[in-house]
């Protein structure tokens, strides 16, 4: 049975998750990722003046979009299974900063920032940073699987008493 969402529903779930001891704000509370936001900030001023393309909604911080790449990572998920995953789970949201009424960068932005960075030559010194912080700290990352479920609808065939007759003998000769 639903009841009535409360005020405090969410802090409450959350903090359920942090006595579960959520990787992901173990995470967030070893790695300084503040340190990504120079060299990011620099890489995209660039683009920036390179593109001199003035117009479009406000780019996402870019703390949070490497974030997101990091979930891809370390989940081994899809652009599409990443939005999916930060919509519905509360701990990528809390890992992102995000809050429930917080818009979330759609598979097409997500795709764009990573591209960007690799084309840039940018995303393997980030993740190499990111590797020395997590060493020096002795935190070992197990690559994991997000398993996500799909509901295919399918006709529904009906066969014919002859049809269904036919199968049979078909299937008592092998």
């Known amino acids: ?25 173990q995470l967030n509370s070893h790695i300084d990722f503040e340190f990504f936001r120079k060299p990011l900030n620099s890489f995209f001023e660039k683009e920036k003046t390179a593109e001199s393309n003035k117009g479009g909604r406000p780019a996402y911080d870019y703390i949070m979009m490497f974030k997101i790449l990091i979930l891809q990572r370390y989940y081994n998920v899809s652009d599409d ?25 759609d ?20 993740f190499k940073h990111l590797d020395k912080q997590l060493d020096k700290d002795g935190i070992i990352v197990h690559k994991g699987k997000l398993v996500d479920a799909s509901i295919v609808e ?6 014919n008493r002859e049809e269904n007759k036919s199968r049979v003998s078909l299937t008592t000769l092998f």
């Open 1 to 25: 049975m639903s009841k009535l969402r409360g005020l405090f529903d969410e802090q409450e779930r959350l903090s359920k998750l942090s006595k579960k001891k959520d990787v992901l704000e």
């Open 154 to 159: 399918v006709p529904i065939q009906r066969n």
């Open 107 to 126: 598979a097409k932005t997500i795709w764009l920032f990573r591209d960007k960075l690799t084309k840039g030559h940018v995303i393997e010194k980030l």
């Open 81 to 105: 299974a990443i939005e999916y995953a930060i919509l519905d789970r509360l701990s990528f949201m809390r890992f992102l900063g995000l809050g429930i009424n917080d818009a979330v960068p």
